[in-house]
């Protein structure tokens, strides 16, 4: 049996062959493949159109998404630059320096030597001469004041203020290895390891299998004297090891070490020994 071509209606003229083709059967199915043809076309149509909907309807979502993300970026630009406007501060001028005596004399600032033009000396920047020292009355000193006692006062003096130099500024999260002063456990040494002692639980499959060992760790003491960042650097049975970071994290707070006399960040190894009776 041959293919049979749904549009082509040479079928129907096959099979109404030597019956009366004048009824309406065979009107209605000679006419069955234009109807097909029109319906797979209609189809096609509607297809095209609606996939031409939905393209449009994404190329406008997203021209949309993008016309709103290029208003935030501009608003969250502002918004830092207003941000950073708002974080410049005036610098304050320095306030003069408030000099208080109670009982002085009067006396003319001594001018030192020194070469310069003469368009660029100020008159009361000038030296007097040997003669107008010697037929004024008022004292020599290193400022130019109205005296308020010439009897019992004081010629005024400038005091030299020596500076102390600041310490030097340490890192806050720097980690330290060694340091000018370690920390310790409060108690020292021995008591750190009978507190270990004292609160290590045996795990029970260590305990089982008869597994024992040292599992060395390391941890930061912080600033303040607590305990972070526990690791384990040299292991023995994941059951010790996990039981070792555990009674670590739950030690007291140490005495924090120092450096250049500021408390800091340093890195310490301990030792948990794990030995079956």
């Known amino acids: 049996m041959g293919k049979i071509d749904l549009i082509d209606n040479g079928w129907v003229d096959l099979v109404f062959e030597g019956k009366n083709q004048a009824y309406g059967a065979y009107q209605l199915r000679k006419n069955t493949g234009a109807r097909n043809l029109k319906a797979i076309i209609t189809m ?9 909907i939905v ?17 935030e970026a501009d608003v969250e630009l502002q918004s830092l630059a207003e941000k950073k406007e708002a974080k410049v501060e005036k610098k304050d001028e320095p306030e003069p320096e408030k000099i208080e005596v109670e009982r002085v004399k009067s006396s003319v600032a001594f001018t030192v030597p020194e070469i310069k033009k003469d368009n660029e000396v100020k008159e009361d920047q000038e030296m007097k001469s040997q003669e107008e020292l010697q037929q004024t009355n008022t004292a020599i000193g ?20 020596i500076a102390e130099p600041e310490p030097p500024k340490v890192e806050e999260t720097k980690v330290f290895d060694v340091v ?26 260590a305990e089982e299998n008869g597994v024992q060992g040292r599992v060395v760790c390391t941890f930061v003491v912080e600033r303040d004297g607590s305990i972070t960042d526990v690791k384990v650097v040299r292991g023995v049975d994941p059951s010790l090891d996990k039981e070792a970071v555990r009674v670590l994290k739950q030690m007291p707070s140490w005495i924090p070490g120092k450096q250049n006399g500021s408390a800091v960040r340093v890195k310490y190894t301990v030792p948990v020994t794990f030995k079956l009776q």
């Not at 409060?186 to 004292?198: D, I, N, T, V």
């Open 142 to 161: 290193a400022f130019t004041v109205e005296g308020n006692d010439e009897t019992a006062g004081e010629v005024l003096k400038a005091k030299e203020v």
């Open 55 to 71: 393209i449009a309807k994404v190329s406008i979502e997203n021209y949309i998404a993008s016309q709103n993300a290029a208003i």
């Open 180 to 205: 000018e002063q370690m920390p310790s456990f409060p108690g020292g040494q021995g008591a750190l390891m009978q507190w270990l002692a004292s609160n290590i639980k045996y795990p029970v499959v």
């Open 44 to 52: 096609f149509v509607m297809f095209a159109i609606i996939a031409a």
